[in-house]
C-alpha cells in the first residue's frame, strides 16, 4: 500500500515519479524532459548488462535515495519473440534471440 501511494504521489511530501523523453545519453548517464528537466540521471538496468539508450526514447524516472535514476525505456514490440523469449538488439539491428525451444539466433541465424 504505501509503495503505490508513494508513486502516486498520496504520500505527504512525497516526490513523484515521471516520464519523459531522452533527449542526451551517453555512458556517463541521460538527461531527461519532463515536467522538469534532469541531467545526467543513471541508468538502471538488469545485473550485467550496460547499455546507453538512443535519444528520443520515452523512459520513466523514480527519485530514489540517492538521486533520481531513469528506470530504463519504453519497448517497442518486436517481431520475432514470444512470452517467454529475449532479445537484444541494437540500433544498427544487430540482434540475439533466446527461443523458448532452446535455440540461438543471432541476426536471425540459428547458432548451435
Do not use: H
Amino acid at each position: 500500500m504505501w509503495l503505490s501511494e508513494y508513486l502516486t504521489g498520496k504520500s505527504s511530501g512525497a516526490e513523484l515519479s515521471a516520464s519523459g523523453e531522452i533527449r542526451a545519453a551517453s555512458s556517463g548517464g541521460v538527461s531527461v524532459s519532463s515536467t522538469r528537466d534532469f541531467r545526467t540521471l543513471p541508468v538502471i538496468a538488469p545485473a550485467g548488462i550496460a547499455y546507453v539508450p538512443a535519444t528520443g526514447s520515452q523512459t520513466v524516472v523514480l527519485p530514489s535515495s540517492g538521486g533520481a535514476v531513469c528506470l530504463g525505456v519504453v519497448s517497442a514490440p518486436r517481431d520475432g519473440i514470444e512470452a517467454g523469449e529475449l532479445m537484444l538488439y541494437s540500433a544498427g539491428g544487430a540482434s540475439i534471440v533466446l527461443k523458448n525451444d532452446g535455440r540461438v539466433l543471432i541476426n536471425g541465424r540459428a547458432v548451435t
